[in-house]
């Protein structure tokens, strides 16, 4: 019969051998190489990943591809994503052999300065609340993209996202455990749990999550367009909801954003 400790180490050294990775000989498990001959997305969530790849097979090419993804992942990632942040890409156009560089982020309320907060006694921007929020650049740069390179209309292109926000989604473990991080932080502002929770608290690892709220405003910029975003009724929502948080966010803020592009720093690299 085999001494305890010997069994031990056998099991030791066999659990070393299914860690390890059989093919490149490395001491550690790695992943495989992918590869593909016509289209490639990568996202933090499979099922937007899937949305950018349905939106290549429908002809759409690679800007289309990542407006949809983004689009989605404010719907199954909010803990990281949203229309209500900023943008930025690098894209390289092969047709004309150059690469472009846009800078979607969100300019500082015109009211609110740095004198504002020494007068008030802050030391730091807080990291929640209305006062660390700046003009939403996602929109305008999701158009400005798709102006410039987009090849599907921006209905067919946002569709995907709209849909799963009416027939609703498995949360992804990660995202959900995340989800429930946030809930006590940001629960306390008015409108957080109605949005974002299910009777006060997340929604849990594989539950199916619905935001037909946020369909509504996806529908209204797919027909609208930008200024639906920035000039129209969910401009105003925005604003009156910040100012009465104690915000500076406000409706001109919101008209006046534009991003810009930009030349993007690059070096030649073995050609």
């Given at each position: 019969?085999?001494?305890?400790?010997?069994?031990l180490?056998?099991?030791?050294?066999?659990?070393?051998?299914?860690?390890?990775?059989?093919?490149?000989?490395?001491?550690?498990?790695?992943?495989?190489?992918?590869?593909a001959?016509h289209?490639?997305?990568?996202?933090?969530?499979?099922?937007?990943?899937?949305?950018g790849l349905d939106?290549?097979?429908?002809?759409?090419n690679?800007?289309?591809?990542?407006?949809?993804?983004?689009?989605?992942?404010g719907?199954?990632?909010?803990?990281g994503?949203?229309?209500?942040?900023?943008?930025?890409?690098?894209?390289?156009?092969?047709?004309s052999?150059?690469?472009?560089?846009?800078?979607?982020?969100g300019?500082?309320?015109?009211?609110?300065?740095?004198q504002?907060?020494?007068?008030n006694?802050?030391?730091?921007v807080?990291?929640?609340?209305?006062l660390?929020v700046?003009t939403?650049?996602a929109?305008?740069?999701?158009?400005?993209?798709?102006?410039?390179?987009?090849?599907?209309?921006?209905?067919a292109?946002?569709?995907?996202?709209?849909?799963?926000?009416?027939d609703?989604?498995p949360?992804?473990?990660?995202?959900?455990w995340?989800?429930?991080?946030?809930?006590p932080?940001?629960?306390?502002?008015?409108?957080?749990?109605e949005?974002?929770?299910?009777?006060?608290?997340?929604?849990?690892?594989?539950e199916?999550?619905?935001?037909?709220?946020l369909a509504?405003?996806?529908?209204?910029?797919?027909k609208?367009?930008?200024?639906?975003?920035?000039?129209?009724?969910?401009?105003?929502?925005?604003?009156?909801?910040?100012?009465?948080?104690?915000?500076?966010?406000?409706?001109?803020?919101?008209?006046?954003?534009?991003?810009?592009?930009?030349?993007?720093?690059?070096?030649?690299?073995?050609g």
């Open positions: 019969m085999l001494r305890p400790s010997l069994l180490l056998i099991l030791v050294m066999a659990l070393d051998g299914v860690a390890a990775d059989r093919v490149t000989g490395e001491s550690f498990a790695t992943r495989s190489e992918v590869f001959q289209g490639m997305v990568a996202t933090s969530q499979p099922l937007a990943t899937q949305i939106i290549l097979k429908r002809g759409g690679a800007i289309d591809a990542a407006i949809a993804a983004n689009a989605a992942l719907l199954m990632e909010p803990t994503n949203g229309m209500g942040g900023d943008l930025f890409a690098i894209v390289w156009d092969a047709k052999g150059k690469l472009h560089g846009y800078n979607g982020s300019r500082s309320p015109q009211s609110l300065s740095l504002w907060f020494k007068d006694g802050y030391t730091k807080p990291p929640y609340g209305p660390p700046t939403p650049g929109v305008d740069g999701w158009f400005a993209l798709h102006d410039r390179f987009g090849k599907l209309p921006m209905k292109v946002l569709a995907p996202a709209i849909g799963y926000a009416r609703g989604f949360l992804s473990e990660l995202i959900a995340y989800w429930n991080l946030s809930v932080r940001l629960g306390k502002f008015p409108g957080f749990n949005q974002f929770t299910i009777n006060g608290r997340a929604p849990a690892k594989g199916i999550w619905k935001n037909p709220n509504n405003t996806l529908e209204t910029i797919a609208g367009g930008r200024d639906a975003f920035y000039k129209g009724a969910i401009a105003h929502t925005i604003a009156d909801y910040i100012k009465a948080q104690g915000g500076f966010l406000s409706f001109a803020d919101l008209a006046a954003h534009k991003g810009e592009w930009v030349e993007p720093v690059s070096t030649n690299y073995r």
